[in-house]
């Protein structure tokens, strides 16, 4: 068994849902030349255009993009959900379709267990299907964030000590509701249940939040602009501002 990061599986405790942020210090934005707008392929916009990367995520928008944007994020994540719900809609039509930008999401599991059932099953979907379901999993968070926050969530949390990992990914995405969540967009039960229970997928959620660890995150959301790691970046206007500064 490869799995590693102990602390992202049952032995770990519900973090508080309001302590995902990172909060770290501030980078110069000294403006930069104006990125010229990208015309993409025929019969399609640059948000259609989804592949994934060699790290793992999942990456929306112009291969050759100027600007490449990485977001690690968290599904139970609040703050994560704040941006899914309010960036992520303008961040596709006024930067991504450009041909500017593309777009990169990377599961970090920050919230354990649960994070690590939402996540693999998020993931055993089709390219075209992974955004549309990450953008559905933020607007429709409140119901998954009630579910983490009830007594039945704790007495799941120790009944899966000590559990396989595919057994605490599928105790959780099953509890919180996520394999019926993926049912009704096109995932049937049996395929949803056979990308819990392969450790190959879980392990892919693993490796992604440890290489996320060695660049430098410590929470999420947390955005790289081209490599760099964006500190004090949390909400779509800080984001954009971003953006713009580096000639978006």
């Known amino acids: 068994m490869t799995i590693k990061l102990s602390i992202l599986f049952a032995a770990a405790p519900l973090l508080a849902l309001s302590a995902c942020g990172s909060g770290n210090g501030g980078n110069s934005d000294a403006p ?16 259609q255009v989804v592949r994934k990367s060699p790290e793992g995520g999942f990456v929306m928008g112009n291969p050759n993009a100027a600007l490449k ?36 999401f990377r599961d970090f599991p920050v919230h354990g267990g649960p994070d690590l059932g939402l996540s693999t099953l998020g993931r055993c979907v089709s390219e075209s299907a992974f955004f549309p379901i990450l953008e559905q999993t933020y607007a429709s968070q409140d119901k998954l964030l009630e579910k983490l926050e009830s007594p039945e ?21 099953t509890y919180l509701g996520y394999v019926d969540f ?30 996320g660890g060695k660049d430098g995150v410590t929470g ?27 000639g978006a």
């Open 32 to 47: 930069a030349a104006p990125v010229a707008a990208v015309t993409p392929p025929a019969g399609q916009d640059w948000t």
């Open 69 to 104: 944007l990485i977001e690690y994020g968290s599904r139970s994540c609040p703050t994560c959900g704040v941006f899914g719900r309010d960036g992520i809609p303008p961040l596709e039509e006024n930067y991504v379709k450009t041909g500017k930008v593309s777009f990169e």
């Open 153 to 173: 969530a704790q007495a799941l949390l120790q009944r899966l000590q000590g559990k396989s990992p595919t057994d605490i990914a599928t105790g959780w995405a």
């Open 182 to 211: 993926v049912k009704q967009r096109g995932v049937t039960e049996q395929q949803a249940k056979a990308c819990l229970a392969d450790q190959k997928n879980v392990q892919a959620v693993v490796d992604m939040a440890q290489q």
């Open 220 to 246: 999420t959301p947390s955005f790289f602009l081209n490599g760099t790691l964006l500190e004090n970046t949390l909400t779509w206007e800080q984001l954009e501002a971003r953006l713009k500064a580096a």
